[in-house]
């Protein structure tokens, strides 16, 4: 079964750096979206991106974040300058079309901002 | 944020049917209903989702009322793999997780 593959698995770093977040979704997808899980909460929407451009984005995704699709197949979300509270599990998924077709996610990849 | 209600736990027997409950009493017209699923440590998963009618595969069961003001998934048979928390999310292009229902399965 069509799997969406998210790298690295944990990322750690200091707070101040940069980082990505690395997203391979299904390939005939055309829906991308981002979310997050802070340890112990709910999964809370970033942002959606659809046909190159970001479709919705929550109040969450401020300047700090971004989001492209530099080829083909990459999805990547990246943080600029990383707050000890971004530390947390993110989400890839991705789905063929959008309401009505189930998304699929990828295995996450914790965070952890020190 | 969500537009669903769901009980926060739930507990069900081995085996035995689970019928988990969502209200969405101020679901619109284009609004699909999904439910998914988060076991320990995973991503979600998606389980089912449907518009007006019925829906059923080899997860579960997704019973709609007529009204579509809420909806019931159902596991015909609990095993300990299906100890998760549930999420009936409402998707008109716009997938917001609620808190969900957390469902404990005991041997």
């Known amino acids: 079964e069509p799997e969406v593959t998210q790298t690295p698995s944990h990322q750690v770093t200091q707070m101040g750096q940069e980082v990505i977040l690395r997203c391979v979704p299904i390939s005939n997808h055309l829906y991308f979206y981002w979310y997050r899980q802070i340890l112990g909460q709910k999964v809370e929407f970033l942002v959606s991106?659809?046909?190159?451009?970001?479709?919705?984005k929550s109040e969450i995704f401020d300047d700090q974040f971004s989001v492209e699709r530099p080829d083909g197949s990459n999805f990547t979300l990246k943080i600029r300058s990383t707050k000890l509270e971004d530390s947390a599990m993110y989400f890839c998924a991705s789905t063929p079309r959008a309401a009505n077709y189930g998304y699929t996610f990828g295995s996450g990849t914790r965070l952890t901002v020190v | 944020d969500a537009k669903t209600t769901q009980p926060n736990s739930m507990e069900s027997n081995e085996e035995e049917p689970v019928h988990l409950p969502c209200n969405h009493s101020t679901i619109s017209g284009t609004d699909y209903i999904h439910w998914y699923r988060q076991l320990p440590s995973q991503g979600p998963e998606y389980v089912i989702h449907g518009l007006t009618s019925n829906v059923n595969n080899r997860m579960a069961s997704l019973a709609i009322a007529e009204d579509r003001k809420s909806s019931t998934l159902i596991l015909h048979r609990a095993t300990l793999r299906d100890a998760a928390v549930y999420y009936c999310i409402l998707n008109n292009n716009d997938m917001r997780f609620g808190a969900g229902t957390r469902l404990t399965v005991k041997p």
């Open positions: 991106f659809y046909n190159n451009e970001i479709s919705e």
